[in-house]
């Protein structure tokens, strides 16, 4: 992203000055009023500009269109920003998906709706700078709530995301940008998604009921900080690239991680995964507080872990994990390394997790046995790379089941010890000592 021309209000200016042209005239201030429509006021804002939405309920007409050149589809959007301006709510107010009067161009054959909430998007050419998101409730559209892309310097602050079926709040090719004190629940893939990004801060939001409730691929420098995550099938996935949607073609260059998960509630992740089929989200077992597959360069400190009832956090090679999927596809291209690189889990508070008595049926009995506060399985007893430089130390379990259990923590042994005692509990409490 660092060598593409940026779309930004400076950028703008300086060449209208350069050009002999008069400075533009101070941003101005545009206010939507209800039974006005959001759109219109952000099509007649320019760069720089702030649009103020006061209480209300907005029913938007999607007449934009958003081309999604990388997977071929047309997409739309309630509300379309394509220039470096503030949008923000005065009061309550909701973006909901309007129940007729959708545009043509935004539904499918079979009739379904291809249809985002908000959206800023820039290009990979322009990159759009300086987007700011504030107050609104966006409800109920068939695929994201707010999405970013092709975006830098952004803040989205204070917005709820309800319902919307794809993803709640989804920034992806971004920089520079913060999510923070949001509200997400009720997606089908992520409640927020940071993919293919650098530099994002994640902080004090709420999300839920979605089959992960944060999510990070293919980025590097993310914190993920002070989050309260619950009542998802999985709290916080940290993924391998393979599992990213991304066609390989638009990925960020490597290397990626560099994140930082601190000082979050992760807890009652045990929501039945919705999503049926034979996808990768579909995969994901209920009762997992966090999952961190393949993924290298990763700080989990100061979080408290309870109620999940599978495993408190797990960490597995990538190919472990997706057996299936890594047999009949392999892993991309230069990512043929699925284990775990430089992890560090320390620090956190367990409680009550590994309690559930049932598995969905796409959880073998050989994993359904590792119910655990702590879970990590290298792929170096399937012959695969073994990971380099991991560490859990300094876990504090606070009430485990049964009483005086101490941290329950798994380890695929060495090849030469298959047979012998191939899940043994490897560390005691309080310092974990003893795990590799």
């Known amino acids: 992203m660092e060598s593409a021309q940026v779309r930004s209000c400076a950028a703008l200016l300086l060449g209208m000055s350069i050009a002999g042209a008069p400075m533009a005239a101070a941003a101005k201030h545009i206010t939507v009023k209800p039974g006005e429509s959001i759109q219109t006021a952000v099509d007649a804002a320019e760069c720089g500009d702030t649009v103020t939405v006061l209480a209300g309920d907005y029913y938007e007409t999607p007449s934009q269109v958003e081309l999604d050149k990388s997977w071929g589809q047309t997409r739309c959007a309630a509300v379309l920003i394509h220039k470096a301006i ?16 959708v545009s043509p161009q935004c539904i499918n054959q079979d009739s379904s709706y291809v249809l985002d909430g908000i959206v800023a998007e820039g290009t990979a050419d322009q ?5 700011e ?4 409730t966006v409800q109920g559209f068939a695929n994201n709530g707010i999405k970013l892309r092709y975006v830098k310097h952004f803040n989205v602050e204070r917005n709820a995301s309800l319902d919307n079926l794809e993803n709640g709040i989804w920034p992806t090719l971004s920089a520079n940008g913060q999510v923070k004190n949001n509200v997400a629940y009720g997606s089908l893939d992520s409640a927020l998604w940071v993919e293919a990004s650098q530099n994002v801060r994640v902080i004090d939001n709420e999300l839920a009921t979605s089959p992960t409730g944060i999510e990070v691929t293919l980025s590097k420098d993310v914190v993920i900080e002070n989050n309260n995550v619950h009542d998802n099938t999985v709290g916080i996935g940290l993924y391998h690239p393979a599992a990213a949607g991304l066609p390989p073609q638009d990925w960020p260059p490597a290397p990626y991680g560099n994140w930082h998960v601190a000082s979050n509630y992760v807890h009652n992740n045990n ?5 049926e089929g034979g996808g990768e989200v579909a995969q994901l077992p209920p009762g997992l507080g966090m999952l961190i597959l393949g993924v290298s360069h990763v700080d989990v400190k100061h979080n408290w872990v309870e109620k999940n009832s599978f495993v408190g956090v797990a960490l597995l090679d990538w190919c472990v994990a997706a057996a299936a999927d890594c047999a009949a596809n392999g892993v991309p291209p230069g990512f043929e390394d699925t284990a775990l690189h430089n992890i560090r889990v320390v620090g ?11 598995f969905p049926d796409n959880v073998p009995p050989e994993l359904q046995a590792l119910k655990s506060d702590i ?25 485990p089941p049964p009483p005086n259990a101490g941290i329950l923590m ?27």
């Open 348 to 358: 956190n508070k367990f409680a009550y997790n590994h309690t559930a008595t049932s």
């Open 375 to 399: 879970m990590f399985i290298d792929g170096s007893f399937l012959g695969l790379p073994s990971g380099t430089d991991d560490c859990q130390a300094d876990n504090i379990l606070i009430k």
């Open 133 to 136: 998101i504030e107050g609104f």
């Open 127 to 131: 990159i759009l700078e300086g987007i």
């Open 271 to 275: 929501m039945v995964n919705p999503v």
């Open 86 to 101: 503030t949008l923000k709510a005065r009061g309550p107010v909701r973006i909901i998906m309007p129940a007729s009067a």
């Open 410 to 436: 798994y380890v695929v042994p060495s090849p030469s010890q298959i047979g012998v005692d191939l899940f043994p509990t490897c560390a005691k409490w309080p310092t974990g000592e003893g795990c590799r």
